[in-house]
């Protein structure tokens, strides 16, 4: 099955809007980082009130990243810095 070429823009765009507008409240808390060697992970706990529903949620994720080669160079890909903190 062929997915969607979605570009990390375009996704951090749309994501944005999406969490602005439902969970307009929502913060975000770095709860542990983790690193090794040109690798990290963090655990963020997110929290807000549903828009439509007046509740509540709160749920936690991991994001980590590893460096991404492009023309021979290593990068780490920056976390997103547009979730509020």
Same mark, same amino acid.
């Given at each position: %099955?062929?997915?969607?070429?979605? +570009?990390? /823009?375009? @996704? =951090?765009?749309?994501?944005?809007?999406? %969490? $602005?507008?439902? &969970?307009? /409240? !929502? #913060?975000?808390?770095?709860?542990?980082? &983790? @690193?090794?060697? /040109? =690798?990290? @992970?963090?655990?963020?706990?997110?929290?807000? $009130?549903?828009? $439509?529903? =007046?509740?509540?949620?709160?749920?936690?994720? &991991?994001? +980590?990243?590893?460096?991404?080669?492009?023309? /021979?160079? #290593?990068? !780490?890909?920056?976390?997103? $810095?547009? %979730?509020?903190?």
């Amino acid at each position: %099955m062929r997915g969607f070429d979605t +570009g990390n /823009d375009q @996704a =951090k765009s749309e994501m944005q809007e999406f %969490m $602005t507008n439902e &969970i307009p /409240d !929502l #913060r975000v808390d770095i709860q542990l980082t &983790i @690193a090794e060697g /040109d =690798k990290v @992970a963090c655990l963020m706990e997110y929290r807000g $009130t549903h828009a $439509t529903f =007046k509740r509540e949620a709160i749920w936690r994720e &991991i994001w +980590g990243r590893a460096p991404r080669r492009r023309q /021979d160079r #290593r990068e !780490l890909a920056p976390f997103p $810095t547009w %979730m509020p903190t």
